[in-house]
């Protein structure tokens, strides 16, 4: 293995870490949902890495994460609409408050 492809997936799996550590320690909404983003950035990371290492000229790896990086996008508006909702109408977007929504 290279040093360049050891460094890629160190990187990944600090960001995979930090994020998990983030998404379970966290009680804030928006909190979380960065939590989430670093875990799937740290999972892109190590797919751009290892695609690079075992496929150079294939560049369909490249488009797959720029369509993934698309989905996280959406992901993360489609949350913080629903936090601002939640704030609107609760004045809070606290995790442990979030126990009585209903339908």
């Given at each position: 293995?290279?040093?360049?492809?050891?460094?890629?997936?160190?990187?990944?799996?600090?960001?995979f870490?930090?994020?998990?550590y983030?998404?379970?320690?966290?009680?804030?909404?928006?909190?979380?949902m960065?939590?989430?983003?670093?875990?799937?950035?740290?999972?892109?990371?190590?797919?751009?890495?290892?695609?690079?290492?075992?496929?150079?000229?294939?560049?369909?790896?490249?488009?797959?994460?720029?369509?993934?990086?698309?989905?996280?996008?959406?992901?993360?508006?489609?949350?913080?609409?629903?936090?601002?909702?939640?704030?609107?109408?609760?004045?809070?977007?606290?995790?442990?408050?979030?126990?009585?929504?209903?339908?």
């Amino acid at each position: 293995m290279t040093a360049v492809l050891i460094v890629a997936l160190v990187t990944g799996a600090l960001l995979f870490g930090i994020g998990l550590y983030g998404a379970l320690s966290q009680t804030n909404l928006v909190m979380i949902m960065m939590g989430v983003e670093l875990i799937l950035a740290g999972a892109l990371v190590n797919l751009v890495a290892f695609w690079r290492f075992l496929h150079p000229h294939v560049y369909a790896g490249q488009m797959f994460v720029l369509i993934i990086m698309t989905v996280m996008a959406l992901e993360m508006a489609v949350g913080f609409g629903i936090a601002v909702a939640r704030f609107r109408s609760r004045g809070s977007v606290e995790m442990e408050e979030a126990r009585d929504l209903n339908g």
